[in-house]
């Protein structure tokens, strides 16, 4: 894509703040501390848990970077950032958790594969940008539609960073065109988070919001969107982020037979101490008092 490039290894990253936990480095995953969560309504960015699966992509000429809007659709387009601005600008606040949250939990019961994290893979945002619904309508897919007139059923987001899961290619995933249509549904094309420009960890220039989904739907570094007629075949679509019984195993599990994970079950957990604190016990009389 002209303007930014998924680089290939991680000499150029970006600098975090330090009170992040880290879960892995390369790819650079992190969480805040608990306290982080229930301190302000809005978690401040530098403290908002980072979720990557390759090294953080670089922006060379944010004049020259464009998002391609292709696929089954009459009018291909190529879109700049200022055309992407011009479009009405929304801010939705928005609960972003990664699916695999809770997982060293999970792992207490029965090991789950994948990078650990505590409870802190979740965080709340102001997001800032066009509705999806208003971009697809420059390329003549109207509001509110299951299906276009050529075809397409699904939106797909592709990046620009290159992960190993897909074999050295870029990130992708998809969201049913209905909800891509929906202004309601509030989807975004966001380029700012709580006020300010995205910075380069959270998706700068240009992300995709599927408020109520799982993160992993919610695309960085957008390179292009496509109109398509089957979900996204990607690695995060159909082997990976799908939820099945205790029976099945690594070896025994058939991954078509379950369909990706998009929204998720509201969970509750408390913030006020880390799991190492220890509390007192306090006696009965004195909590009467
Ligand atoms: N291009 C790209 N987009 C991505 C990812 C990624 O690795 N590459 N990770 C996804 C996952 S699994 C999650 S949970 C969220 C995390 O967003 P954040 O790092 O802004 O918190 O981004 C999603 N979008
Ligand atoms: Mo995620």
New binding site residues.
Partial sequence: MPGVRGPSEYSQEPPRHPSLQINAKE?FNAEPPRSALNSSYITPVDL???????PI?IVDDIERYRVSVCGLVENPKELSMAIIRKLPKYEVTAT?????NRRTAMSKTKTVKGVGWDVS?I?NATWGGAKLSDVLELVGIPKLTSVTSSGGKHVE?V???M?KEEKGG????SIPLNQATNPEADVLLAYE?NGEPLNR???YPL??IVPGV?????????DSINIIAEECQGF?MQKD?KMFPPTVDWDNINWSTRRPQMDFPVQSVICSFEDVDVVKQRKVSTILQ
């Fill in positions: 790819p908002f848990y980072k979720r990557n699966h390759g992509p972003l958790q990664c699916a695999g893979a965080g987001f990046s620009v960073d992960c870029p990130y992708k995933a988070m960890d959270h998706g992300r995709g799982i993160g992993a739907r919610s695309v960085k570094w957008l995060f982020y």
